[in-house]
C-alpha cells in the first residue's frame, strides 16, 4: 500500500499519507497541500492584520506622546536646571598620542643587541651596531620632538579655550552686552522642545536699564500635533487618520503659545544668577502666507513685559497659561490660530549702522608693489578680506566699519561658537615707523566698550617693547609687518613691505 510523508513549515504540522494506488495517494497529497495552503494564506493574513493593529496603536500612543509633550511645554522645563554650569564647559582632555619609545625605533630598525665578545674580535660589527644605533636615536629624536611640537599645541590650544571660558564668565558677570546676550543664548539653545519644532530666536540686552529682548519665532499651527488616534477598519483594511476638532486644536495651539511665552521668559530669569535682567520682553513672530495675497509674511502675534521680581513671584506650576498671559498685561490681537499681527512692545534694531559694503582689494593685490605705500582706506579692506579667508574655516563672518581716522573699529569678526568666540575686534594701521604704545592702550579700551573677546591690531610696521609689555596678560593680538606678509603667503599670495624712514602713518 503506497504511503508517504508531508509537512508544512510555516504551520508547523506534518501528516503521513496512504492509499490504494499510487494514483490516490498523489491525489491526496495535493489535497492536503492545498488545505494547508488555504490554512496558511488565512494565519499570514491575520498577521498582517495583527502587524497593522501594532503599528495603529503604536502610532497612536506616539501621536497622544507627542501632544503630551506640547501640553506640558512649561511644567517640563521646571526640573531642569538652566543656569550654566561653568565648569561644564572646561576642557580637561588629554593628548592621547602616545609618547615615542626609543626602544620600539631600536627594534623597528634591526639594530642588533650587543656582543662583548663578538665585537671584540670583529670592530666592524661593533661599528655597524653603533651607526644602526646613533640612526634609530635620531630618529626617534625627531619623532619625539614632534610629539612634544603637537603636545604643547594641545595644550596651548585648550588653555586658551579655558581662559575664554573664564573671560566669557566674568564678562557675563560684569554685565557686558554682548556676553550678557551670548549667555541667555545658550540658556535658549539648551532648552529641549520636542523635534518637530525648530528653534531660532535673536536677543538684544541693554544694560540700562538692564532689558533683555527677546525676539521668538513660533510654530507654525502646521507645525504642531493634531492626530489624536489611527484607527484601523477591518471592513475596508484602510488606516484612517482621527485629528483634533477644529474649536479644540484652536484652543490646543493658544495654549501652546501661551506656555512657550511664559517658559522663555522662566528660563532666562531663572539662570540670571548675577542679576543682569531686571525687565524681559517676550516678542513672538510668525512665518506664514497671506491666502489673500499668496504673499509669504513674518508677524509678530504676541508681545509680553515683565520684571524680573514679579514674574519670579509667580507659582507657575499652578497657572493657567492664558490667564497669566492676560494677568501680565501680555499683547495679541485675536484668537492666534489667526495669526494677527501686533506691533511689539519693544523691537529689536538689528541693523549696526557702522558697517558698509566691502571693497575687493584681494584679487589684485599681485599689483600693488607696497602694502606700506597703498591709500589707508584699501588697506583697511585688505585686511578684511585676509582675516576674511582666515576665519572661514571656522565659521566667521567678517564685516568692515565706516571710513575713519579717529581710531575707532575698523573691521568686526564674529565667531558662532558659543564658548570660544564672539566678538574680535580687528584694527588695521598703516604705519611707516614703530606703532605707539596709544594705539594699543586705545584697541584695549574699544574692546571693552565693544564686549569684545579679543583685540586684533594689523600693521604694516612693527612694535616697540612697552607695546609688547602692555599686551601681556590681555587678549590682544599684535601683528607686525613681517607677521602680515606669513599670512598673505599662507594664501598664496606675495606681497611686499617697505617702509619709508623718517615718515608718519599715512
Known amino acids: 500500500m503506497p504511503r508517504t510523508h508531508i509537512s508544512n513549515q510555516f504551520l508547523k504540522e506534518d501528516k503521513v499519507v496512504t492509499a490504494k494506488t499510487q494514483q490516490e495517494l498523489d491525489q491526496k497529497v495535493r489535497n492536503q497541500i492545498n488545505r494547508w495552503k488555504e490554512k496558511e494564506d488565512k494565519v499570514k493574513a491575520q498577521k498582517h492584520i495583527d502587524q497593522i493593529k501594532n503599528k495603529v496603536n503604536a502610532d497612536t500612543e506616539a501621536a497622544l506622546d507627542l501632544i503630551n509633550q506640547y501640553l506640558n511645554l512649561l511644567k517640563s522645563s521646571f526640573g531642569n536646571q538652566h543656569r550654566l554650569n561653568w565648569q561644564n564647559f572646561y576642557r580637561r582632555d588629554f593628548f592621547e598620542k602616545p609618547e615615542p619609545s626609543l626602544g620600539k625605533y631600536i627594534e623597528s630598525m634591526g639594530v642588533p643587541k650587543e656582543d662583548k665578545f663578538i665585537e671584540f674580535f670583529f670592530s666592524s660589527i661593533r661599528n655597524k651596531r653603533l651607526d644602526k644605533e646613533k640612526e634609530a636615536e635620531l630618529q626617534y629624536q625627531e ?83 493634531n492626530v489624536i488616534e489611527y484607527k484601523f477598519v477591518q471592513a475596508k483594511k484602510e488606516t484612517i487618520t482621527k485629528t483634533m476638532k477644529k474649536k479644540e486644536f484652536d484652543g490646543f495651539y493658544e495654549d501652546v503659545i501661551f506656555q512657550i511665552v511664559l517658559r522663555t521668559v522662566y528660563e532666562c530669569l531663572n539662570a540670571d544668577y548675577k542679576d543682569t535682567i531686571e525687565l524681559i520682553i517676550f516678542n513672538g513672530w510668525i512665518y506664514g502666507v497671506d491666502t489673500s495675497t499668496g504673499q509669504d509674511f513674518h508677524s509678530c502675534i504676541v508681545s509680553l513685559q515683565a520684571s524680573k521680581e514679579e514674574f519670579l513671584a509667580l507659582q507657575l506650576d499652578k497657572v493657567v497659561p492664558k490667564d497669566c498671559f492676560r494677568k501680565l498685561k501680555g499683547l495679541n490681537a485675536s484668537a492666534l490660530i489667526q495669526l494677527a499681527p501686533i506691533r511689539p512692545i519693544l523691537e529689536i534694531d538689528k541693523d549696526d549702522k557702522r558697517f558698509v559694503e566691502s571693497k575687493e582689494i584681494l584679487a589684485g593685490i599681485n599689483s600693488i608693489p607696497n602694502l606700506a605705500a597703498m591709500p589707508w582706506e584699501d588697506f583697511e579692506h585688505l585686511v578684511r578680506e585676509l582675516f576674511a579667508l582666515y576665519f572661514s574655516k571656522i565659521g566667521c563672518e567678517v564685516k568692515v566699519t565706516k571710513a575713519s581716522r579717529d581710531g575707532g573699529i575698523d573691521a568686526i569678526a564674529f565667531d558662532p561658537d558659543p564658548i570660544r568666540g564672539g566678538k574680535f575686534i580687528i584694527q588695521a594701521k598703516k604705519y611707516n615707523h614703530v606703532v605707539p604704545i596709544s594705539a594699543v592702550r586705545e584697541l584695549n579700551g574699544i574692546m571693552a566698550d565693544e564686549g569684545a573677546v579679543k583685540g586684533i591690531l594689523v600693521t604694516t610696521s612693527y612694535y616697540g617693547n612697552d607695546s609688547r609689555e602692555f599686551q601681556k596678560g590681555k587678549p590682544l593680538v599684535l601683528l607686525d609687518g613681517s607677521n602680515l606678509i606669513q599670512m598673505f603667503k599662507d594664501f598664496g599670495y606675495n606681497v611686499r613691505i617697505e617702509l619709508k624712514k623718517n615718515n608718519k602713518s599715512s
Do not use: G, W
Not at 539653545?189 to 540700562?208: C, G, R, T, W
Not at 532689558?211 to 502646521?222: G, K, M, Q, R, S
Open 143 to 225: 619623532a619625539f620632538c614632534a610629539y612634544q611640537n603637537a603636545k604643547n599645541a594641545f595644550l596651548e590650544e585648550q588653555r586658551d579655550f579655558n581662559v575664554s571660558v573664564d573671560y566669557f564668565k566674568q564678562a557675563y558677570e560684569e554685565k557686558i552686552t554682548p556676553f550678557v546676550e551670548r549667555y541667555f543664548e545658550t540658556v535658549l539653545n539648551n532648552s529641549i522642545y520636542p523635534a518637530e519644532m525648530v528653534k531660532h530666536f535673536d536677543l538684544q540686552y541693554q544694560s540700562e536699564p538692564k532689558t533683555l529682548v527677546v525676539d521668538f519665532d513660533l510654530p507654525h499651527p502646521d507645525i504642531v500635533p
